[in-house]
T-cell receptor, first 113, second 115 residues
């Protein structure tokens, strides 16, 4: 079945450092890909998405590019802030209507000043 | 911006008791979901619901669980006889009609603690 694999955390960075969180996927079809963020004590928020190969999703300085050839959707940010400290989840969904969102295990990011 | 609303935010219940978790999805959404997240672990799919019936469910969603859309706005998850291992954060989500292209909108969750 479909699955998502994320790099293990926690990731600890200093403010203004470059961030990469790796995500690869296995899918039977041609899924849409997502990054969700969970701030401490809060729910899941959609950070960005991409629906086809070579699409780049971006939001709040974060970017991820849908790479079909490497089945990857790595999350990047050029300069992290303390407020970016959160858990980041990579996820996929097959394009058939109503299919479930499948999450990776999540990567905890901790940014210090 | 439209929101998915979940109540209560935190529920404590005794083992063996029934609990009902409530969700109000976004009004023009057609697909509804429940997920759970045991503390510190991944977010797991429980069930999806469309056109007043379950469209998909996971192995976790056994006979102790049920879902219902009792009226035009609420979407509920019932756990008939709670176990300690049901303690988790439960998230409701909904998705608009053109589901192939859009992400889900999640509620802020209900933290269920079974004692």
């Amino acid at each position: 079945g479909d699955s998502v694999t994320q790099m293990e955390g926690p990731v600890t960075l200093s403010e203004e450092a470059f961030l990469t969180i790796n995500c690869t996927y296995t899918a039977t079809g041609y899924p849409s890909l997502f990054w969700y963020v969970q701030y401490p004590g809060e729910g899941l928020q959609l950070l960005l998405k991409a629906t086809k190969a070579d699409d780049k999703g971006s939001n709040k300085g974060f970017e991820a590019t849908y790479r079909k050839e490497t089945t990857s959707f790595h999350l990047e940010k050029g300069s992290v802030q303390v407020s970016d400290s959160a858990v980041y989840f990579c996820a996929l969904s097959e394009k058939q209507a109503g299919t479930a969102l499948i999450f990776g295990k999540g990567t905890t990011l901790s940014v210090s000043s | 911006e439209p929101e998915v609303t979940q109540t209560p935010s935190h529920q404590v219940t005794q083992m063996g008791q029934e609990v009902i978790l409530r969700c109000v999805p976004i009004s023009n959404h057609l697909y509804f979901y429940w997920y759970r997240q045991i503390l510190g672990q991944k977010v797991e799919f429980l069930v999806s619901f469309y056109n007043n019936e379950i469209s998909e469910k996971s192995e976790i969603f056994d006979d102790q669980f049920s879902v219902e859309r009792p009226d035009g706005s609420n979407f509920t998850l019932k756990i008939r006889s709670t176990k300690l291992e049901d303690s988790a954060m439960y998230f409701c989500a909904s998705r608009p009609p053109r589901t192939a292209l859009y992400g889900y909108t999640f509620g802020s969750g209900t933290r269920l603690t079974v004692v």
